[in-house]
């Protein structure tokens, strides 16, 4: 099925519907109620802590999460109204605002390269980048696995045309790809090593060397348009909560693995080691907002956008909202004004 652009309409489905209260908070009021639409994966590791030590209430939040598969259906959900805030990625947010969608990056908490990849079975004759010129591989479209494959093959001189493209969510790719339905995958390390793992030596993980050089993925919290114009005072809350959680993994990391190995269902060691590839950080920076302008290029290029009649660099610029950070940590808000 081919992917149909993505609209202001189908992203705001549901908006304004909800029925959540979005009151302010304050020192003496009952703590906020929200909710939280988190994807999955050991790269959210910073909100996983928030949750895990619920580090929420120290800022006079009491949170509720809902789960999803990726970033995309996290974000979509509180611009729908589902949640207030979302666990997503640059390469969402970037697809997103290119099509009319005012979503808010209010911090970023953990970027990395390496933490996706491309697994492929050999004994479909994969051994090799190149050779999934005509392969049949799975991403979920839209996400930034998508962003991700694209640029992946980019790099061995492919495109998205060299192959075709199946629209799974990573569990489904990882089942995929273990029974034979599909040929690679791009998406997670850890759901690349779970594939690995379940296929008996038939999958196999596809060397990504020079990959810093095209990609960077920027995991980020996002906030609907409303809980930022409504209650900043939430906002601030919630980025505070994540300040948190990066200074207990800092504090005390082995206990903070275990957490998040207990949150993935994985093993400390492969938690550790997956970890080990990217950098957590709460920070609102100038790369991030180049990244959002390469994922607006490229969403306009492959027909997922039309081009807006916005400068794209002032359009994402105009979709970070900086004040939360600013007021909990100054200097950890580097953006050009």
């Given amino acids: 099925m081919p992917f149909q652009p993505l609209n ?10 909800s029925a959540l209260s979005l009151a302010g908070t304050s020192a003496h009021a009952a703590a906020q109620k929200v909710v939280i639409a988190e994807s999955q994966g050991f790269s959210w590791a910073i909100p996983y802590l928030v949750s895990s030590k619920n580090l929420w209430k120290n800022h006079g ?13 996290a974000f979509d959900a509180a611009v729908a109204g589902k949640a207030q805030f979302a666990t997503s990625t640059d390469s969402v947010v970037g697809l997103a605002g290119a099509n009319g969608v005012r979503s808010y990056i209010v911090a970023e908490f953990t970027r990395l390269s390496s933490g996706m990849v491309v697994v492929a079975r ?14 049949r591989i799975a991403t979920t479209l839209g996400s930034s696995g998508h962003y991700f494959l694209s640029r992946y093959l980019s790099l061995h001189g492919l495109t998205l045309k060299d192959v075709t493209v199946v629209n799974l969510r ?4 990882v089942t995929a790809i273990t029974q034979g339905g599909i040929d690679a995958f791009a998406w997670g390390w850890d759901a690349g090593q779970q594939a690995i793992e379940q296929s008996a030596g038939k999958v196999v993980q596809l060397p990504a060397d020079g990959l810093e050089r095209v990609f960077v993925s920027h995991y980020v919290l996002t ?11 939430l906002v601030e809350g919630a980025v505070r909560a994540l300040l948190d959680a990066e200074a207990f993994y800092r504090a005390q990391t082995d206990e903070a693995i275990a957490l998040v190995a207990q949150r ?4 400390v060691e ?9 950098k957590l950080g709460v920070r609102l920076d100038d790369r991030l907002i180049d990244d959002l302008v390469l994922n607006g290029e490229w969403a306009v290029e492959s027909g997922l956008a039309q081009r807006p009649a916005q400068d794209l660099r002032q359009l994402y610029r105009g979709l970070i909202y900086p004040d939360a950070l600013r007021a909990a940590a100054a200097d950890r808000v580097t953006l050009s004004r």
């Fill in 61 to 73: 939040i009491e949170a509720s999460t809902l789960p999803f598969t990726s970033g995309r259906l």
């Fill in 270 to 278: 492969t938690t550790r080691e997956g970890l080990s590839n990217v």
């Fill in 8 to 17: 202001r309409r189908q992203f705001n489905l549901g908006l304004g519907l």
């Fill in 170 to 173: 990573g569990p489904d790719a």
């Fill in 264 to 267: 993935t269902k994985s093993t």
């Fill in 223 to 233: 906030a609907n348009e409303e809980v930022v114009h409504k209650s900043p005072k």
């Fill in 122 to 135: 050999t004994d479909r004759g994969i051994h090799t980048p190149a050779q999934l010129k005509g392969k």
